[in-house]
């Protein structure tokens, strides 16, 4: 019985190397190229409150506002409203509290099939494009193609990414300025809570140590951090989050995670379960196209 048994442990030792060899050949030849931050002729302009063309900033142009904030919206036309009205009280009051402090909104449409760019365009022509501009994509091209494209034409010297369903309160923006260097969690509903618990081992074991949560949909950056980062992005879907993370502690930019109010919004794009297995898939093949060397980071100084 003894030799049989042994017998068993290699050959599930052997079955369960050769599919880690095949799993990490897959990766390594579907392994897709930088992928590049090109722009269709008619996403290199944004329309301004009378309806001209005029075109957009490149985030390696000299910021001109202190903060920029980044909604990427993939069929919000009835989320989006709530979240911006939100937003806007907040800017506008902490503008007319501070004459000094500007902004600017800018609210990239993913290629959406619904009402989402005309919802966004009453808000340019409300407050005007200084303060917010719409990018229009040609065809969808991901949460995380949104927000790069949105971070490539903002004008700030931070630039905040939110979600359009104002999960998050957007006041909680004082809380990523202030508090850069605490770290603490917060709390989801149960459901959400179970799921994410599996994903964040996933991410722990595979990517990225010492983030509670990579999904959040909140994040602040300085303008040159942001640069990095979605220069180095291989990944628009889901998963961008972990990797974007991952290049940052590559390049040991430092990271803070901060407490803010969270919550849960009706109509969420993502479908539970087979949305963590995708990216769950995501966080395998990050992993081992980066340790086979399909995906390469270049060393560079560190960046604040």
């Known amino acids: 019985m003894a030799p049989f048994l042994l017998q068993l442990v290699v050959l599930f030792a052997v079955l369960a190397l050769a599919t880690l060899i095949l799993i990490s050949f897959v990766a390594f030849i579907t392994a897709m190229k930088m992928t590049q931050f090109h722009q269709h002729e008619d996403e290199k302009f944004f329309l301004n409150a009378s309806g001209q063309k005029e075109s957009l900033p490149n985030i390696r142009d000299s910021p001109t506002k202190q903060l920029s904030i980044v909604i990427p919206s993939y069929n919000e036309e009835k989320r989006l409203p709530v979240m911006m009205d939100e937003a806007m009280g907040y800017l506008e009051k902490r503008q007319n509290k501070d004459p000094m402090f500007t902004y600017e909104v800018i609210v ?3 290629g959406s099939k619904d009402q989402t760019t005309k919802v966004a365009f009453k808000y340019c022509q ?12 040609v065809k969808n091209r991901g949460k995380g193609g949104a927000i790069r494209m949105g971070v490539f034409s903002s ?7 939110a979600d359009a369903d104002g999960a998050t309160k957007f006041s909680d923006i004082e809380k990523l300025e ?3 260097n605490d770290l603490q969690p917060w709390t989801r509903s149960y459901f959400r809570t179970l799921l994410m618990y599996g994903f964040h081992f996933l991410v722990w074991f595979l990517c990225v ?15 040159e951090a942001a640069l990095r980062t979605f220069s180095s992005l291989h990944i628009e879907g889901w998963a961008f989050d972990v990797e974007l993370l991952y290049i940052a502690q590559f390049f040991k930019i430092p990271i803070a995670e901060v407490a803010v109010n969270w919550t849960e919004i009706e109509g969420s794009k993502l479908v539970p379960f087979w949305s963590w297995i995708q990216m769950g898939k995501d966080l395998l093949f990050i992993r081992l196209r980066y340790l086979t060397g399909a995906w390469r980071l270049q060393h560079t100084r560190k960046m604040n």
């Open 108 to 110: 990239v449409d993913d």
């Open 126 to 137: 409300k407050y005007g494009s200084d303060k917010v501009r719409v990018i229009t994509l």
């Open 155 to 161: 004008r700030g010297e931070k630039i905040l990414m």
């Open 178 to 180: 202030k508090g850069l």
């Open 209 to 223: 140590k010492g983030i509670k949560d990579t999904q959040c949909g909140f994040k602040l950056f300085t303008r």
